[in-house]
């Protein structure tokens, strides 16, 4: 079970980079959609002591369209997304690197940052006509 006081907190969350493609027109028929979702986990280590040991989630998710009715209808997002977390002033590298190998250590930072990325993602595919209701808002 983890220590309270070694949680890392969540300062930053940044949407890096969006790109759609849907040149389609709405016709009205079903569309299938394949996800694919890339999750990295990294620990930054400052150049000088003073600064705060940092967990680095970086998640890239990718979704290929596809029109049951014609496949030549075609439409392709992709969105990467980083979060940023601070640990605790104090904590050694000695003790954060290990947690990091560890799967509950990942879960309890991906956790927090997947919701996030997923629900720009949702809501950039509905902006451009896509239904993403069915997408998972969790890991």
Known sequence: MQVAEWRP???TFRVEAFQSD???EDSGSPW??????????GLAVPADSSGPLQAIVKITLG???HSQ???SQTASFKGE???KFHYPPGL???VVAPLLDQEPHQYLLVAQAFPLAMSHFRRELQSTGF????LPLGV
């Open 9 to 11: 907190r969540l300062i």
């Open 22 to 24: 849907n040149r389609v």
């Open 32 to 41: 299938s959609l394949e996800l694919q979702q890339e999750i990295q986990v």
């Open 63 to 65: 979704a290929q369209a």
């Open 69 to 71: 009715q014609a496949a």
């Open 81 to 83: 997304y980083t979060a």
């Open 92 to 94: 050694a590298e000695t």
């Open 131 to 134: 239904d993403a209701r069915q």
